[in-house]
T-cell receptor, first 109, second 113 residues
Framework: GQNIDQPTEMTATEGAIVQINCTYQTSGFNGLFWYQQHAGEAPTFLSYNVLDGLEEKGRFSSFLSRSKGYSYLLLKELQMKDSASYLCAVTDSNYQLIWGAGTKLIIKP | NAGVTQTPKFRVLKTGQSMTLLCAQDMNHEYMYWYRQDPGMGLRLIHYSVGEGTTAKGEVPDGYNVSRLKKQNFLLGLESAAPSQTSVYFC????????????FGEGSRLTVL
């Protein structure tokens, strides 16, 4: 079966750095997405990786290793507004998006 | 730009009642999707459409029907609501079905008693 694994919840301190991991087992791979979802709101796009390596976008970076079936989202200089759930999703060989259950990130002052 | 708009935002139904959720997008996107989101689970695809007049089943289509009569609108219908359909429903659209960023509506919270 197809599976996306992420930690259920993480806690970090304002100003610090946090890494949210995502491992996947899917039938084929055509790209990996990270979305941010604040409580009670819609998911919003953060990043897309299709090749191995690190993609940096401001305070957020996303890394992909296709051979390991692994990605991480790195958040630097954490702010209180970063408290949200972070969703990992993989496009499989049929171009269907498979979603992880999300990681709830709690930022403490 | 409004982006993706869903109506209604909240609804309470009794078992057996029917209802329709409306999704409208003003970005001229070809691809539209209906997802449900339940606690502790990833988003699950109900139905999707790759263009006006086309629809296809997703991962959890049972108990739902959809229509895409106009490119900008994607309707999700529940013919006979069941408590298992209590969920938050999200509509999304994108310009590219495989690599495109999804744009989501604000969500519709449905409770079936």
């Amino acid at each position: 079966g197809q599976n996306i694994d992420q930690p259920t919840e993480m806690t970090a301190t304002e100003g610090a750095i946090v890494q949210i991991n995502c491992t996947y087992q899917t039938s084929g791979f055509n790209g990996l997405f990270w979305y941010q979802q604040h409580a009670g709101e819609a998911p919003t796009f953060l990043s897309y990786n299709v090749l191995d390596g690190l993609e940096e976008k401001g305070r957020f970076s996303s890394f992909l290793s296709r051979s390991k079936g692994y990605s991480y989202l790195l958040l630097k200089e954490l702010q209180m507004k970063d408290s949200a759930s972070y969703l990992c999703a993989v496009t499989d060989s049929n171009y269907q998006l498979i979603w992880g259950a999300g990681t709830k990130l709690i930022i403490k002052p | 730009n409004a982006g993706v708009t869903q109506t209604p935002k909240f609804r309470v139904l009794k078992t057996g009642q029917s209802m329709t959720l409306l999704c409208a997008q003003d970005m001229n996107h070809e691809y539209m999707y209906w997802y449900r989101q339940d606690p502790g689970m990833g988003l699950r695809l109900i139905h999707y459409s790759v263009g006006e007049g086309t629809t296809a089943k997703g991962e959890v289509p049972d108990g739902y029907n959809v229509s895409r009569l106009k490119k900008q609108n994607f309707l999700l219908g529940l013919e006979s609501a069941a408590p298992s359909q209590t969920s938050v429903y999200f509509c999304a659209s994108t310009h590219s079905g495989d690599t495109g960023e999804l744009f989501f509506g604000e969500g519709s919270r449905l409770t079936v008693l």
